[in-house]
């Protein structure tokens, strides 16, 4: 009876064990599945906040986008404005309107063109033409205050009178003279000058035998003639280009080379001793330097104009001309 008890007892207590085993056991299945759910909202509030992070970010890069169009837009506007107002002063200066203001914009562009014609074609010529007819513009317009400007054209035509022709085309017509004189330089060689007279028997056999000392020449043979001609030819023609583009190296080097065609195609001479000091005379001459009156008037004319130079303009008459039929 008393073992039927105990295990009764013991039983019970299993079922008891084993129930309060179950009850923790669902329990902890309940929490660990509740942490699961709180896990998976906090995971999902995270992405969501994540999202809303990106959104953001993107919101305030185009803001900034949108920042920087309005920025140039107002920049925009600024220079617009500064503009309208830069015309509107334009409009409104004496010095745009009327015959003194066109005669200014005329001399301003003939001293243009001067200086233009000096600094890239070096047409002295056509420069003295563009002052001429500056200054006949710019004597048209009676005001007081362009006495300096005029005064200053003058200077300035002086100066450029007295270049005469230019260096160019004197250094040109030097070379043309050489190459006139060529062509009449004698091709025999005759008695050296201040040479003492020749042996009777050499006199008389001169006209069968002429001796004659070899060490100073240097003559290029009777075949090879016309091959030196032109190679002499092609020399000056390369002189003429070094001169027309302003190369003085080329120039100097050119003249050196002619130079040394002279004695390997003419004898000595007094005619070749002259074309040779020509020749020695142009590498040895330099360009003089370029008067700083030259350019002044036009600097002194923008100078005025920037400053505002408001000059005596007619004032435009409100009245409506007749018309005479």
């Keep these: 009876m008393a073992v039927a008890l105990a295990v009764i007892v013991v039983g019970i207590g299993a079922w008891r064990g084993w129930a309060w085993w179950q009850a923790r056991s669902a329990h902890a299945q309940t929490e660990q599945s509740a942490t699961e759910l709180r896990l998976e909202a906090l995971e999902s509030r995270t992405d969501g906040l994540r999202r809303d992070q990106r959104a953001q970010a993107q919101r305030l890069l185009d803001v900034a986008a949108t920042n ?13 404005g500064a503009l309208l107002e830069e015309s509107v002063a334009k409009l409104t200066d004496p010095t745009r309107h009327g015959a003194q203001a066109l005669r200014l914009d005329e001399v ?23 002052y001429a007819l500056a200054a006949g513009a710019l004597d048209g317009i009676d005001d007081h205050r362009l006495l300096n400007l005029k005064q200053a054209l003058a200077q300035e035509r002086t100066a450029l009178d007295a270049l005469g022709d230019g260096p160019q085309a004197d250094a040109s017509k030097r070379l043309e003279a050489i190459v006139a004189a060529l062509p009449g330089l004698p091709r025999e060689p005759g008695e050296p000058v201040g040479a003492s007279p020749r042996p009777t028997w050499q006199r008389w056999l001169a ?7 070899t060490r100073d020449t240097t003559l290029v043979a009777p075949d090879e003639r016309t091959t030196a001609d032109a190679a002499l030819q092609i020399e000056i023609s390369l002189a003429r280009a070094a001169l027309e583009r302003r190369d003085e190296a080329a120039w100097r080097a050119a003249l050196a080379r002619i130079d040394g065609w002279l004695p390997r195609l003419w004898p000595d001479s007094p005619e070749r001793r002259q074309v040779h000091a020509q020749v020695r005379t142009l ?18 004319l923008r100078m005025l104009r920037s400053a505002g130079l408001r000059l005596q303009a007619p004032t435009p008459s409100l009245e409506t001309p007749e018309v005479t039929p």
């Design 68 to 80: 920087r169009v309005l920025r140039d837009e107002v920049l925009g506007l600024g220079q617009r």
């Design 108 to 130: 301003e562009l003939l001293l243009s063109q001067a200086a233009q014609r000096l600094d890239i074609a070096h047409d002295l010529a056509g420069a003295r033409r563009a």
């Design 207 to 213: 006209p069968l035998v002429d001796v004659r000392p």
């Design 283 to 300: 590498q040895t001459m330099s360009a003089p330097p370029r008067p700083t009156e030259l350019g002044s008037t036009l600097q002194q």
